[in-house]
């Protein structure tokens, strides 16, 4: 990025008190309009349930836009922010995003990550311009979905030892050059992540509010940085490989592909999983939606998938991934949770 972004305004208030006087398009999922649907008044002029963020059908939902419309809202999950704020850059508006849980940096960045050629693709778009957050809302949300969004601090962990792995071989950029200030705040906020992860988990309004204060600090550091190395790296690329293959009917949860890869990173890295896995389960993150055939399907892929993407390097581009690679870093992570087959 050569534009160093602000965060959007951020309005902490009951949703029943929003007046919207614009012309609103809504892009939404079925479970969240119907959780905060009767708490809104918006002047719609057309609603959409996207269920994917491929380029293809953001291009067509932003052409086929009518021409009335002035605002573009997303409310609910990083998808429908994502796709608000993608289609809003398209069409030179405002967007405006109304998460349901804290489950993703996203709804704050001036990114948008878009599906194609079988991969995760950052477009630049800019911010929202407001993101209203009613904490009876996210406090309500799903255990599994409140805060999962810690996993975006929790993968500061390996992304720092990716970056410092790549710089150590000479493999980053000018720009992504290892820079060990950067470096040492960034291990500030997942340190401070792993103190609140049990509230989260708990849904303490107190420890969401601080899960809040930290992803906005993410944000701030990646973006003025104009890069994401400290907070991503192996465990969002193989999140990236896997997310095709399980992508069946409403897909798995962001958080729920980032919490395994974060294991198989530390794992690559050899550090101590234990207190890393403690955190995430501690935090709501579930670790055993993925079927453990298609981790191992996965981890063979990974390292000829980070070098056909282009993907920054990282520890997976030396990976060798044998079959006794695969099985040890299943029982290393403790991933194997079927309980259908011996290791």
């Not at 850059?89 to 489950?103: C, F, M």
């Not at 069946?248 to 999983?273: F, M, R």
């Not at 234990?274 to 892929?301: M, V």
């Not at 993907?311 to 690679?325: A, G, K, V, W």
């Amino acid at each position: 990025m050569t534009t160093i972004w602000p965060l959007p305004i951020i309005e902490q208030r009951s949703l029943n008190t929003i007046e919207e006087n614009r012309p609103t398009a809504l892009l939404t999922g079925e479970r969240a309009w119907r959780a905060v649907g009767p708490m809104l008044k918006l002047p719609l002029v057309v609603q959409a349930e996207p269920q994917t963020a491929d380029r293809d059908v953001m291009d067509e939902l932003a052409a086929g836009l009518p021409p009335q419309v002035e605002v573009i809202y997303g409310i609910g999950g990083g998808l429908a922010g994502d796709i608000a704020k993608y289609i809003a850059w398209k069409r030179g508006l405002p967007s405006v995003i109304i998460p349901t849980a804290l489950s993703v940096d996203g709804f704050f960045t001036p990114l948008v990550a878009v599906r194609e050629e079988g991969t995760v693709r950052y477009e630049e778009t800019g911010p929202a311009e407001r993101v209203i957050i009613d904490w009876d809302v996210v406090s309500s949300a799903p255990p599994h979905i409140r805060g999962s969004g810690i996993v975006e601090l929790l993968s500061i962990v390996t992304g720092l030892l990716d970056w410092k792995y790549a710089a150590e071989r000479n493999k980053t950029t000018p720009l992504t050059r290892f820079q060990p200030w950067a470096a040492a705040l960034a291990a500030g906020i997942a340190q401070q992540a792993f103190k609140i992860a049990e509230g989260v988990g708990q849904g303490r309004r107190e420890a969401l509010r601080n899960l809040l204060d930290l992803i906005c600090m993410e944000v701030r550091l990646t973006t003025q940085l104009g890069h994401s190395r400290p907070q991503e790296g192996s465990e969002q690329y193989f999140a990236y490989a896997i997310e095709p293959k399980v992508a069946h009917g409403e897909g798995v949860p962001y958080a729920d592909l980032v919490g395994p890869g974060i294991l198989i990173s530390a794992a690559l890295h050899k550090q101590d999983i234990a207190p890393i896995r403690d955190t995430l389960l501690s935090a709501g993150i579930r670790l055993g939606q993925l079927p453990p055939d298609t981790i191992i399907e996965t981890i063979h892929l990974l390292p000829d998938y980070v070098r056909e993407h282009k993907l920054p390097y990282s520890i997976l581009h030396d990976l060798d991934p044998t079959d006794q690679r695969a099985v040890e870093l299943l029982k290393t992570t403790g991933l194997d949770v079927s309980g259908t087959r011996p290791l």
